[in-house]
């Protein structure tokens, strides 16, 4: 029986790891907008033509929520869903219309959050405000 030296063998590029694909993960999440399960995600990211597989997508995710680097609830059913959190907290005003959008800060909302919690035997509380209205070039729209 002969055998087969290393040498013979091809260089095969190795499969990324879950850390690798972390940025990736993250940057769909971000794109997704609100909360999605990893299930979603994985599906919006392979019809965008991204080859992932489902356990690499639980595993990033997973990793970038004990960075804080997401927000994880878990929706009805049980099923875990979730959502990008900025680098820096802020939120978000966004036109319903067109989807524009500006970033805000409201010191009152988080003095307002931040005793919430305890007022009702909570830690960690984490939250998100979703603002929508109408900018001032689609209300010129609907105007005219």
């Known amino acids: 029986m002969a055998s087969v030296s290393s040498a013979a063998v091809p260089d ?4 990324r790891r879950a850390a690798d694909r ?3 993960v993250l940057d769909a999440l971000r794109r997704n ?5 990893a299930q979603g995600l994985h599906a919006s990211m392979t019809q965008q033509g991204i080859r992932i597989g489902l356990t690499t997508v639980y595993r990033a995710l997973a990793a970038a929520d004990a960075e804080e680097r997401l927000e ?8 875990k869903a979730y959502r990008y959190l900025p ?3 802020e939120h978000h005003l966004t036109c319903r219309v067109c989807g ?3 970033a805000f800060f409201c010191q009152a909302l988080e003095d307002w959050v ?6 009702h035997g909570f830690e960690d509380v984490r939250h998100a405000v979703a603002a929508t209205g109408t900018c001032p070039g689609c209300a010129l729209d609907d105007a005219g």
């Open 12 to 15: 095969r590029p190795r499969p």
């Open 100 to 102: 524009a959008g500006v």
């Open 87 to 89: 680098p820096v907290h």
């Open 33 to 37: 907008g609100g909360f999605v399960s």
């Open 114 to 119: 931040a005793q919430l919690g305890p007022r």
């Open 72 to 79: 994880a609830v878990h929706a009805r059913g049980g099923a």
């Open 22 to 24: 972390r940025p990736e």
